[in-house]
C-alpha cells in the first residue's frame, strides 16, 4: 500500500510520501535507543511539563489538524475535532496522574525483613503499530502514558494516514521532548518484523486486524518480547423491555454510525428483546435514514465516506451477501454513486448463521437486528462471536444488569450506554479481540519493568 494521504471523498490523492530506507530506519532506532539511557532518568514533574506542553500545542492546532485528520481518512469535521480535545485531555491526564499510578506499593507481611515493594520502571523503546480509524487517539493513548513511565515511541502509523503520523513526530520536538523520544517510521508493514526483531525495540503494541495481530504477537513471542494487542469487535448492543427505548435508540444510533462505523467497539449486533423488537427496529431505522451522507468537511454532514475503496466494497459485499441469503433490508443497503467511496447508513434484520453479518466484523455503517425472547437467548447470540472487545446493555432491572456483567464475554460492559474509552478506565478485550489493556493504571504499567524489592 503506498504510503500517501488520498482524500476519501473523492477519491483523489492529495500527497505522496517515500518509505523510510533501511540507512533512515536504522537511524532512528539508534537514536530511540540512545534516547531512552538519558529520557529514563528524567523526573515525573519534567514529563508532565513536556506532555502538558504537547496537550497545548494539539489545542492550539485543533482546526488544522482535524482538517488533516477529515482529508486523510473521511470522518466528519466535528468528529475530527472532538477527537483532538480527546487526545489533549488524555495528554493532561497521565501527566497529572502518572506518578500517583506508578507510585511504590509496599507489600506487608513478608517474613523475616525489614522492607519489601513493588517499584515501576521504564522499559526501554516500544513499537506501536496503529491504524487509522482514530489516526489521533490510538496513539495518543499509547503515547501518553509511554512517555510519562519514561518510555520512548517508535510509530509504525497505518499508510493512509502518514500526515498526522508526521504532525505528532513533529508536534512532540515542539513541546520540546527531547530527538528520539518519540518517533515516525514511514514505512510499509514488510519492515515490521525486522524492526521488532531488534534488540533494541522492548515490546509491541498494535491495534488493527485480528490477522496483523497474530503476526506480531508470533514475532514477538518467538523474541520472548511483550505486546499488547487491541484487534477487531462485534459488539453487542442488547435491548431488554424495561430499557429505556428512545434514549436506547438515540445511543445506539450514534454507538453504530459515528466514525462513518469505523470503529472496533462500535456497537455492531443489536439484540432486541421480542416484546419491544418491532418498535425498536422500525425507529431505528427511522432515526438512521435520517442521517446526512456527504463531504465530511461540511459540518452539518454525520456520515463520511469510508476511509478505503476496498473498505467501501468489502461492505457491500458483506450487505450483498445478506440480501441474497433473506435477509431485509430496513434503510441503506446500496452503493452510494458519487465520487469517492460512500456507504449509506443501513440496517439489516432477519439475519441466520451462514450470512457473513452473522459472524464477520462489519467496518462501516451497518447495524446488525435481531430478534430473541428472553435474556438467555440474549447472552447466547452476545457471546456467538470470535469477538470480545466491547458490549452493551440496556435494562432497568438489577437482576438482568448482573447477569449481563458476569456473562458476557467481553472486556467491557457498559450497562445504559455505549462503549467508550476513557482515559481512567482500561481499555481491552477477551477471545479474538486481543490481550493486555490500555489506559488507567493497567495500561501504563503494560510497558513497565515491575520489579520487586526486598531490604533486609
Known amino acids: 500500500m503506498p504510503i500517501a494521504t488520498t482524500n476519501p471523498a473523492t477519491g483523489e490523492t492529495v500527497k505522496s510520501f517515500e518509505a523510510y530506507d533501511s540507512a533512515e530506519i536504522e537511524r532512528r532506532l539508534a537514536l530511540a535507543d540512545s534516547t531512552f539511557n538519558s529520557y529514563r532518568h528524567t523526573t515525573f514533574k519534567e514529563r508532565a511539563e ?26 466528519p469535521i466535528g468528529q475530527s475535532e472532538a477527537e483532538v480535545k480527546k487526545c489533549a485531555g488524555g495528554l493532561r491526564y497521565f501527566a ?25 520502571q521504564p522499559l526501554g523503546p516500544v513499537l506501536a503499530v496503529m491504524p487509522w480509524n482514530f489516526p489521533l487517539w490510538q496513539v495518543v493513548r499509547f503515547a501518553a502514558p509511554a512517555l510519562m513511565l519514561g518510555n520512548v515511541g517508535l510509530l509504525k502509523h497505518a499508510s493512509n494516514v502518514p500526515q498526522t503520523a508526521l ?6 520536538k515542539r513541546a520540546g521532548l527531547p530527538e528520539g523520544a518519540f518517533q515516525t517510521l514511514l514505512t ?12 533494541r525495540v522492548k515490546a509491541a503494541t498494535l491495534t488493527g486486524s485480528e490477522g496483523a495481530g497474530r503476526a506480531v504477537a508470533a514475532v514477538a513471542g518467538s523474541e520472548i518480547k511483550k505486546t499488547v494487542l487491541e484487534l477487531g469487535g462485534s459488539d453487542p448492543f442488547i435491548v ?13 444510533v450514534r454507538a453504530r454510525m459515528q466514525n462513518n462505523g469505523q470503529s472496533c467497539i462500535a456497537a455492531k449486533r443489536f439484540i432486541v428483546h421480542e416484546q419491544i423488537a418491532d418498535e425498536y427496529f422500525e425507529r431505528y431505522a ?41 435477509a431485509r433490508i430496513l434503510c441503506g443497503g446500496e452503493r452510494d454513486d458519487r465520487p ?3 456507504y449509506p447508513p443501513t440496517v439489516v434484520t432477519e439475519i441466520r448463521k451462514e450470512m457473513r453479518l452473522y459472524s464477520e466484523e462489519v467496518f462501516g455503517p451497518v447495524a446488525s437486528m435481531y430478534k430473541v425472547s428472553d435474556i438467555d437467548e440474549a447472552i447466547a447470540i452476545a457471546n456467538d462471536s470470535d469477538f470480545g472487545l466491547g458490549s452493551n446493555a440496556w435494562t432497568e432491572d438489577p437482576a438482568e444488569q448482573q447477569r449481563f456483567i458476569e456473562e458476557i464475554e467481553a472486556g467491557m460492559v457498559f450497562v445504559n450506554w455505549m462503549t467508550t474509552s476513557y482515559y481512567d478506565l482500561p481499555f481491552g478485550g477477551v477471545k479474538n479481540s486481543g490481550y493486555g489493556r490500555e489506559l488507567a493504571a493497567p495500561g501504563i504499567r503494560e510497558f513497565a519493568v515491575t520489579k520487586t524489592v526486598w531490604v533486609d
Open 286 to 326: 427511522a432515526a438512521a435514514a435520517r442521517l446526512k451522507l456527504g463531504d465530511p468537511l461540511d459540518p452539518s454532514v454525520d456520515v463520511g465516506p469510508l476511509a478505503t475503496a476496498s473498505g467501501r466494497d468489502e461492505v457491500a459485499e458483506q450487505v450483498e451477501d445478506a440480501k441474497e441469503k433473506g
Open 96 to 120: 497529572e496522574h502518572a506518578e500517583g499510578l506508578l507510585v511504590d506499593e509496599e507489600v506487608p507481611g513478608t517474613a523475616a525483613r525489614k522492607r519489601a515493594f513493588v517499584t515501576y
Open 167 to 172: 504532525y505528532l513526530e513533529e508536534a512532540c
Open 240 to 252: 431488554m423491555p424495561s430499557a429505556d427505548l428512545e434514549r436506547a435508540v438515540e445511543v445506539g
Open 188 to 199: 510499509g508493514a514488510e519492515v515490521v518484523e525486522g524492526i521488532l526483531r531488534d534488540k
Open 50 to 75: 513536556l506532555v502538558n506542553k504537547l496537550a497545548d500545542l494539539l489545542e492550539e492546532d485543533l482546526e488544522e489538524l482535524a482538517r488533516t485528520m477529515t482529508v486523510e481518512m473521511g470522518k
Open 340 to 342: 469517492g467511496w460512500y
